[in-house]
């Protein structure tokens, strides 16, 4: 069992930053491939970002490259999202997922355990 719980949303003005993180606990977090999705109200939930196991592989939606970065510590079984020049299309509920093993993917499905969301609302 893996539970996952994100902190570090809020409101933010456009252009701005924030950092989102999802501490882990459970189930050998390094191990983990570990990713971010967001759920805009009345859209799909969609993929954001994913990093493996040891952090050496990371995949980016197109819509936020440039912009976002995931990183995480796995001596501290946290993974992070960093996200920079902010849009008010980035407002959504951001959720940490952890993949229990394989390569790093974009499909939600793929993903065995899901935090409870973070939101994170931009103004314009």
């Known amino acids: 069992q893996v539970q996952l719980v994100e902190s570090g949303g809020g409101l933010v003005q456009a252009g701005g930053s924030l950092r989102l993180s999802c501490a882990a606990s459970?189930?050998?977090?390094?191990?983990?491939?570990m990713g971010w999705f967001r759920q805009a109200p009345g859209k799909e939930r969609e993929f954001v970002a994913a990093?493996?196991?040891?952090?050496?592989?990371?995949m980016y939606a197109d819509s936020i490259k440039g912009r976002f970065t995931i990183s995480r510590d796995n001596a501290k079984n946290t993974v992070y999202l960093q996200m920079n020049s902010l849009k008010p299309e980035d407002t959504a509920v951001y959720y940490c997922?952890?993949?229990?093993?394989?390569?790093?993917?974009?499909?939600?499905?793929?993903?065995?355990?899901w935090g409870q969301g973070t939101q994170v609302t931009v103004s314009s």
């Open positions: 997922a952890a993949r229990l093993a394989g390569l790093v993917v974009t499909n939600r499905y793929d993903y065995n355990y």
């Open positions: 459970g189930r050998s977090f390094s191990r983990n491939v």
């Open positions: 990093i493996g196991s040891s952090g050496g592989s990371t």
